[in-house]
Every structure is written in structure tokens, then in C-alpha cells.
């Protein structure tokens, strides 16, 4: 069982719609992170939060909109993608970085998109 | 050059074999390095952190040269259950960079 929760677990949208993913942590974890990941490839990091503040946006287009309302919950609003935009999507949390401890990530299970 | 590189892949293993990953980094501020497991359609799991001393949880061993900037990863005793991607992760500052992964099969 993972302990970073994402719902929902699938999702199917057209290109017009608007829809939010979730992810939850209860681990005490500062930072948080959003990554894709495309078939056969390693996952891509688009933001990560730091102490709830946006601290890396990869140069992601802005059809994704991150927001983290606590230190617990991140989301993913999402609006107008495109058929490419159809990936995983993973959650990840951990300590924040920087500095010399040795701070992996915990990943979500993911939401898989669709977009029609 | 990419960051973090790794075997190409697929390795193709009987069961019960040794198998043995390669990584390595091209930055020397790199701080800290881990080793995941994904399954197909799956997340990625942490599997191993990586440390200089070396260290080994049962069949696997982790180690890192940081004078080479290479890290690597040992599977004794390969079973089924071992067939998966492995991803090599390095931390450095803020930013997490992960290799493109290497696909183990073992074969029965």
C-alpha cells in the first residue's frame, strides 16, 4: 500500500473539459511533486512545492495549473489539453531537498489520463 | 551527455543468476542517489538508497564510487519476481533526475 494517495485512479477527458487530479500525504513530508511519465520512458518532473511554495515549474505549458492548499494536499487542474497530455501522472513527496541528508521520494500510485 | 545514464537494456536473465546495473552521474555536486523498481503500469518504489560505505538488504547491494561517479546495483539469486525496470535516481540541490531506466527480464 502506498502512502501518498492520488485519486482518481483514471480518468477520461475531452479536450474542452476541465477536471483537477488529487494527491494526499499524511508522511510529514515538505515537498511535493508532479511528474508525467510516458510509456517506456522514466517519469518527467513538471512542479515541485517546497514548504507550499511552487519552487520548480519545468517550463510546463499552462493548461496544467499546480496548487498545493496545505502542506498535505497538492492538486492538478488541468483545462483544454491536448491528446498528448494523455500519460501517467504521479504524485511524489518527501523532505525537501538541498542540504546533504539522504531524502528519496515516495511516489502515488498515479492517475492515468486520457484525453479524447 | 544526459545527467544520469544507464545500461541500455533489456537484460535478459536466467532465474537464479546475479545481475548487475551501472550508473552514472556527470555532476560532481550530486548528493544523494537511490535505486526504484517500476512495474509494468505501476509507480516507481523506492528500493534502495545508496551510500559510499555500500549497503545490502538481503540479495540486493547498492554501491557508490564518488571519485568515479558511479553507482551500482547487485541482485543475487534472481527470481521471477525480479523482473521490472530499475531507475537510478540522483538528487542535487532541488532537482531530482532519474536515468531512462534499465528492463530486467528473468527468465524461468
Known amino acids: 500500500d502506498t502512502e501518498v494517495t492520488q485519486t482518481p485512479k483514471h480518468l477520461v477527458m475531452g479536450m474542452t473539459n476541465k477536471k483537477s487530479l488529487k494527491c494526499e500525504q499524511h508522511?510529514?513530508?515538505?515537498?511535493m511533486y508532479w511528474y508525467k511519465q510516458k510509456a517506456k520512458k522514466p517519469p518527467e518532473l513538471m512542479f515541485v512545492?517546497?514548504?507550499?511554495?511552487?519552487?520548480i515549474n519545468e517550463s510546463v505549458p499552462s493548461r496544467f495549473s499546480p496548487e498545493c492548499p496545505n502542506s498535505s494536499l497538492l492538486n492538478l487542474h488541468l483545462h483544454a489539453l491536448q491528446p498528448e497530455d494523455s500519460a501517467l501522472y504521479l504524485c511524489?513527496?518527501?523532505?525537501?531537498?538541498?542540504?546533504?541528508?539522504?531524502?528519496?521520494?515516495?511516489f502515488g500510485d498515479g492517475t492515468r489520463l486520457s484525453i479524447l | 551527455r544526459k545527467e544520469v545514464e544507464q545500461d541500455p537494456g533489456p537484460f535478459n536473465v536466467p532465474e537464479g543468476a546475479t545481475v548487475a546495473f551501472n550508473c552514472t552521474y556527470s555532476?560532481?555536486?550530486?548528493?544523494?542517489f537511490f535505486w526504484y523498481r517500476q512495474d509494468c503500469r505501476k509507480e516507481p518504489k523506492l528500493l534502495m538508497s545508496?551510500?559510499?560505505s555500500g549497503n545490502e538488504d538481503g540479495r540486493f547491494t547498492a554501491q557508490l564510487n564518488r571519485a568515479s561517479q558511479y553507482i551500482s546495483l547487485l541482485i543475487r539469486d534472481s527470481k521471477l519476481s525480479d523482473s521490472a525496470t530499475y531507475l537510478c535516481?540522483?538528487?542535487?540541490?532541488?532537482?531530482?533526475?532519474f536515468g531512462k531506466g534499465t528492463r530486467l527480464h528473468i527468465l524461468p
Open positions: 535516481v540522483v538528487n542535487r540541490d532541488d532537482k531530482i533526475i
Open positions: 555532476n560532481s555536486a550530486s548528493q544523494s
Open positions: 512545492y517546497s514548504y507550499e511554495k511552487l519552487s
Open positions: 508522511m510529514g513530508h515538505r515537498a
Open positions: 511524489a513527496s518527501s523532505q525537501p531537498l538541498g542540504g546533504a541528508g539522504n531524502q528519496p521520494q515516495h
Open positions: 545508496v551510500y559510499s
